[in-house]
């Protein structure tokens, strides 16, 4: 096959040439300014802010595709204004070409609502100060229409208050291509949040407010008469805020530096524009994965790679590779230096003498990185003994203690002993320091002995193979087990290698959740968790396992705990997820069916039939999809009804798929969808039940197939090698699970006084 283009068919005679029709310019010309929902509601920003407000509110719904709207404070529009408001070249910002030159609005070409009439349901509600009732407003392609039929296109009266509120519908329904090119409502939300939440740091005296449709709490909210840096702190996160650096600097000082050195020359004003930058930047103690970069050149949101790279040219040399840093740059140039007139979206501008004030600028963040200690970086850590004492490491080797030291000893049988160096044995005197003789500590008694040798066995090892299992196997088995201890470390750190960051949220819900979480933690028992010897899985079906923590043992039922851990880390992954693809998607009717046929009796007392009940609940996921799909990873696909995506909570670890069908009927009685916290709340705790690991409870009264050995095998693997390891590491359990869920069997102490009196 040929991938030469096929000539173009010759024309029997030359074509004429047409004027377009005004619309198809129109569209034409919109589609170049309006790329995606977060491109028109810049435009639409920049527009309150020129109208001097405080206070812009901004509401979204489905990633504003169905809903872009965003109401201000500002002036207002007058009456006479609106027949002509949203036609093209219409401005009141300039009115001759010189204009342009001592330019300080954001708006200047009169194309911004023209371009959103056209690909869109667009209305405008405003009021003046001097009027006395706010007027409403419909447009399509340019031109007033009535807002039903019947009615005259002229602006109506309305209640409203000083300010404008801007609404626009069914954005790109006239453009199906463009439609489909965009991602996910989830995406254009994201990016909706980047831009407003760019000009909120830029703009702390301006109150910004953005929200979805039908939520209560939004998702960026600044107050008014803030700081930069606070917005900061509040948008970003308090680890950015508190590395952040404070830069100024401007043409004096380049001028400065001329007159000291005796180079400075007579220069044309063109050639030597005034301008003055100010910049917030994180020190080389921050390190993040992707370089984060507010530019404002003249308070407007541009892009500049020029810029980026002269700031990752100042970065390199201080930071690992692979890290990035944070940058807030705002930029004033004199206007009539500068023109923004070079890109259809004005997210671009050239400004005379472009190197040499990049380079400045370039030369000043240095200097502060550098003084601020960019040759080296600081690191927190902090060592706790289990008695209190702390550990502290300074240079030159020299080791200080404070509190009990501890020795350890190992004996003939390869054991560690921890003794009290103070107080062998915890008995006896302790040695004074001054002392010239040093008594040498005294062999710990066996029954305060601590096992933690390489060595130790599980308890699975204890117990003879069983007789379906081939001699040969059986007696690898044996012989294998000192070494196979080391292989599970390697296949523990594996499993619980990765950090689990938290995600970055704005939601006082869910912010109030992880502080309860943290609040109850119980610290006796965060300990045995974080430092517990695993022993064995004693019966898989009720969920008990043996761990051994210094000299005593317990019996711990695992699933209450990984039910916890799956529950926090789901609260830690809020709204950022792995995903689980169900290939193929599974109905959802269909599974809702099994778990409320297998209900049974429980159905009939509700007073509602099996088919009613199906119904019900399979339209309430249905009508919560997009919740589902943006801060959970469960994508019900609204037309066909199928689940084709599951939240991943923990890599290595894969949910009992049987337990699909009840986790989705319990989403109906068992969530609390009134309250958006007790909301988050129940479905974190239902997808943490559905990760629980162990038989199904109370579902399909059935008897289950005997497993055989291999699944016995599998299940016990994975609950020493990947959630075990998971709840030494995530795990802040609370007094609940400690009162419920662990019990104390054995204490060496106690077993070695009975064996005294036998």
């Given at each position: 096959m040929s991938s030469e283009r096929p000539?173009?068919?010759?024309p029997n005679e030359p074509r004429p040439i047409k004027r377009l029709e005004e619309a198809l310019v129109n569209r034409i010309a919109a589609g170049e300014i309006i790329h995606r929902p977060a491109s028109a509601l810049k435009e639409l920003i920049e527009n309150c802010l020129d109208a001097g407000s405080t206070q812009i509110k901004v509401t979204i719904k489905e990633g504003g595709l169905k809903l872009l709207q965003i109401a201000d404070n500002g002036c207002g529009i007058r009456k006479s204004d609106l027949p002509i408001l949203c036609e093209r070249f219409t401005t009141s910002k300039l009115s001759s070409f010189q204009d342009l030159q001592k330019l300080t609005t954001y708006g200047f070409r009169g194309e911004a609502l023209a371009s959103v009439s056209h690909v869109s349901h667009l209305s405008v509600t405003t009021k003046t100060k001097d009027e006395p009732c706010a007027w409403k407003a419909c447009y399509a392609d340019g031109n007033l229409v009535a807002p039903k039929p019947g009615l005259t296109p002229d602006p109506k009266p309305t209640a409203g208050n000083d300010g404008t509120t801007i609404t626009a519908e069914d954005l790109f329904y006239n453009t199906p291509t463009r439609l489909a090119a965009l991602r996910s409502s989830s995406d254009e939300y994201a990016r909706i949040l980047d831009v407003v939440t760019k000009y909120a740091v830029h703009n702390p005296n301006v109150s910004f407010t953005c929200k979805k449709q039908g939520f209560s709490a939004p998702d960026v909210s600044t107050p008014s008469n803030s700081s930069v840096?606070?917005?900061?702190?509040?948008?970003?996160?308090?680890?950015?805020?508190?590395?952040?650096?404070?830069?100024?600097?401007?043409?004096?000082?380049r001028k400065k530096k001329e007159r000291l050195k005796g180079k400075g020359k007579a220069r044309a004003e063109d050639e030597d524009p005034d301008w003055e930058a100010e910049a917030y930047l994180t020190s080389a103690n921050y390190q993040g994965k992707k370089m984060i970069l507010l530019l404002f050149i003249n308070h407007r949101l541009v892009e500049s790679t020029r810029i980026k790279r002269a700031i990752e040219s100042v970065y390199a040399p201080v930071l690992p590779k692979g890290s990035s840093p944070f940058i807030y740059l705002s930029l004033q140039i004199s206007p009539q230096h500068i023109d923004v007139n070079v890109h259809p979206t004005k997210r671009e501008v050239h400004f005379i003498n472009e190197d040499q004030i990049v380079d400045d600028i370039a030369d000043a963040l240095q200097a502060e990185v550098v003084k601020s200690g960019g040759q080296s970086r600081t690191f927190e850590y902090q060592t706790v003994l289990t008695d209190g004492g702390m550990i502290s490491v300074s240079g030159g080797g020299n080791r200080r203690e404070s509190g009990k030291r501890k020795a350890v000893d190992v004996d003939e049988d390869g054991d560690q002993a921890m003794e009290d160096a103070d107080t062998p044995s915890g008995s006896g005197s302790a040695t004074p320091v001054g002392s010239s003789t040093q008594q040498r500590p005294k062999k710990p008694l066996p029954q305060h002995k601590v096992r933690t040798s390489a060595a130790d066995r599980t308890l699975d090892s204890m117990f003879a193979p069983p007789p379906s299992a081939t001699p040969a196997s059986g007696s690898t088995l044996a012989e294998n087990d000192s070494s196979s201890s080391s292989a599970n470390k390697v296949k523990n750190r594996g499993a619980v290698g990765e950090t689990i960051q938290e995600s970055r949220t704005t939601l006082v819900s869910i912010h109030e959740l992880r502080a309860d979480v943290v609040k109850k933690k119980h610290g006796g028992f965060s300990e045995i968790v974080e430092k517990h010897t695993f022993v064995g899985v004693v019966d898989l079906k009720l969920s008990l396992s043996l761990i051994q923590h210094t000299t005593k043992l317990y019996l711990v039922n695992h699933g209450s705990l990984a039910e916890e851990m799956f529950y926090q880390?789901?609260?830690?992954?809020?709204?950022?997820?792995g995903r689980i693809k169900l290939d193929p998607p599974p109905p959802v009717r269909h599974l809702i069916n099994l778990a409320v046929e297998a209900e049974g009796d429980k159905v009939k007392e509700s007073g509602m039939t099996p088919e009613n009940v199906t119904k019900a609940i399979t339209e309430l996921i249905i009508d919560r999809a997009d919740l589902l799909d943006e801060y959970f990873s469960i994508k019900v696909n609204a037309k066909t009804g199928e689940l084709e995506t599951l939240p991943s909570l923990l890599k290595e670890y894969t949910p009992n798929l049987d337990r699909l069908p009840q986790f989705l009927m319990r989403l109906g009685p068992e969530v609390d969808w009134t309250d958006e916290k007790s909301c988050f709340e129940t479905v974190l705790r239902e997808l943490a039940y559905f990760h629980r690991p162990g038989p199904i409870e109370s579902f399909m009264d059935v008897e289950a197939p005997n497993e055989d050995e291999g699944d016995e095998k599998a299940a016990k693997w994975q609950v020493e090698h990947v959630l075990f390891p998971a709840m030494r590491k995530h795990l802040l359990p609370p007094k609940i699970l400690l009162e419920k869920d662990v019990v104390q069997v054995a204490n060496l102490p106690d077993l070695y006084r009975i064996f005294e009196r036998c």
């Amino acid at each position: 096959m040929s991938s030469e283009r096929p000539p173009s068919p010759v024309p029997n005679e030359p074509r004429p040439i047409k004027r377009l029709e005004e619309a198809l310019v129109n569209r034409i010309a919109a589609g170049e300014i309006i790329h995606r929902p977060a491109s028109a509601l810049k435009e639409l920003i920049e527009n309150c802010l020129d109208a001097g407000s405080t206070q812009i509110k901004v509401t979204i719904k489905e990633g504003g595709l169905k809903l872009l709207q965003i109401a201000d404070n500002g002036c207002g529009i007058r009456k006479s204004d609106l027949p002509i408001l949203c036609e093209r070249f219409t401005t009141s910002k300039l009115s001759s070409f010189q204009d342009l030159q001592k330019l300080t609005t954001y708006g200047f070409r009169g194309e911004a609502l023209a371009s959103v009439s056209h690909v869109s349901h667009l209305s405008v509600t405003t009021k003046t100060k001097d009027e006395p009732c706010a007027w409403k407003a419909c447009y399509a392609d340019g031109n007033l229409v009535a807002p039903k039929p019947g009615l005259t296109p002229d602006p109506k009266p309305t209640a409203g208050n000083d300010g404008t509120t801007i609404t626009a519908e069914d954005l790109f329904y006239n453009t199906p291509t463009r439609l489909a090119a965009l991602r996910s409502s989830s995406d254009e939300y994201a990016r909706i949040l980047d831009v407003v939440t760019k000009y909120a740091v830029h703009n702390p005296n301006v109150s910004f407010t953005c929200k979805k449709q039908g939520f209560s709490a939004p998702d960026v909210s600044t107050p008014s008469n803030s700081s930069v840096q606070s917005n900061i702190k509040l948008l970003y996160s308090a680890s950015i805020a508190r590395e952040l650096l404070h830069v100024t600097t401007s043409s004096e000082v380049r001028k400065k530096k001329e007159r000291l050195k005796g180079k400075g020359k007579a220069r044309a004003e063109d050639e030597d524009p005034d301008w003055e930058a100010e910049a917030y930047l994180t020190s080389a103690n921050y390190q993040g994965k992707k370089m984060i970069l507010l530019l404002f050149i003249n308070h407007r949101l541009v892009e500049s790679t020029r810029i980026k790279r002269a700031i990752e040219s100042v970065y390199a040399p201080v930071l690992p590779k692979g890290s990035s840093p944070f940058i807030y740059l705002s930029l004033q140039i004199s206007p009539q230096h500068i023109d923004v007139n070079v890109h259809p979206t004005k997210r671009e501008v050239h400004f005379i003498n472009e190197d040499q004030i990049v380079d400045d600028i370039a030369d000043a963040l240095q200097a502060e990185v550098v003084k601020s200690g960019g040759q080296s970086r600081t690191f927190e850590y902090q060592t706790v003994l289990t008695d209190g004492g702390m550990i502290s490491v300074s240079g030159g080797g020299n080791r200080r203690e404070s509190g009990k030291r501890k020795a350890v000893d190992v004996d003939e049988d390869g054991d560690q002993a921890m003794e009290d160096a103070d107080t062998p044995s915890g008995s006896g005197s302790a040695t004074p320091v001054g002392s010239s003789t040093q008594q040498r500590p005294k062999k710990p008694l066996p029954q305060h002995k601590v096992r933690t040798s390489a060595a130790d066995r599980t308890l699975d090892s204890m117990f003879a193979p069983p007789p379906s299992a081939t001699p040969a196997s059986g007696s690898t088995l044996a012989e294998n087990d000192s070494s196979s201890s080391s292989a599970n470390k390697v296949k523990n750190r594996g499993a619980v290698g990765e950090t689990i960051q938290e995600s970055r949220t704005t939601l006082v819900s869910i912010h109030e959740l992880r502080a309860d979480v943290v609040k109850k933690k119980h610290g006796g028992f965060s300990e045995i968790v974080e430092k517990h010897t695993f022993v064995g899985v004693v019966d898989l079906k009720l969920s008990l396992s043996l761990i051994q923590h210094t000299t005593k043992l317990y019996l711990v039922n695992h699933g209450s705990l990984a039910e916890e851990m799956f529950y926090q880390l789901a609260l830690r992954q809020f709204g950022n997820f792995g995903r689980i693809k169900l290939d193929p998607p599974p109905p959802v009717r269909h599974l809702i069916n099994l778990a409320v046929e297998a209900e049974g009796d429980k159905v009939k007392e509700s007073g509602m039939t099996p088919e009613n009940v199906t119904k019900a609940i399979t339209e309430l996921i249905i009508d919560r999809a997009d919740l589902l799909d943006e801060y959970f990873s469960i994508k019900v696909n609204a037309k066909t009804g199928e689940l084709e995506t599951l939240p991943s909570l923990l890599k290595e670890y894969t949910p009992n798929l049987d337990r699909l069908p009840q986790f989705l009927m319990r989403l109906g009685p068992e969530v609390d969808w009134t309250d958006e916290k007790s909301c988050f709340e129940t479905v974190l705790r239902e997808l943490a039940y559905f990760h629980r690991p162990g038989p199904i409870e109370s579902f399909m009264d059935v008897e289950a197939p005997n497993e055989d050995e291999g699944d016995e095998k599998a299940a016990k693997w994975q609950v020493e090698h990947v959630l075990f390891p998971a709840m030494r590491k995530h795990l802040l359990p609370p007094k609940i699970l400690l009162e419920k869920d662990v019990v104390q069997v054995a204490n060496l102490p106690d077993l070695y006084r009975i064996f005294e009196r036998c």
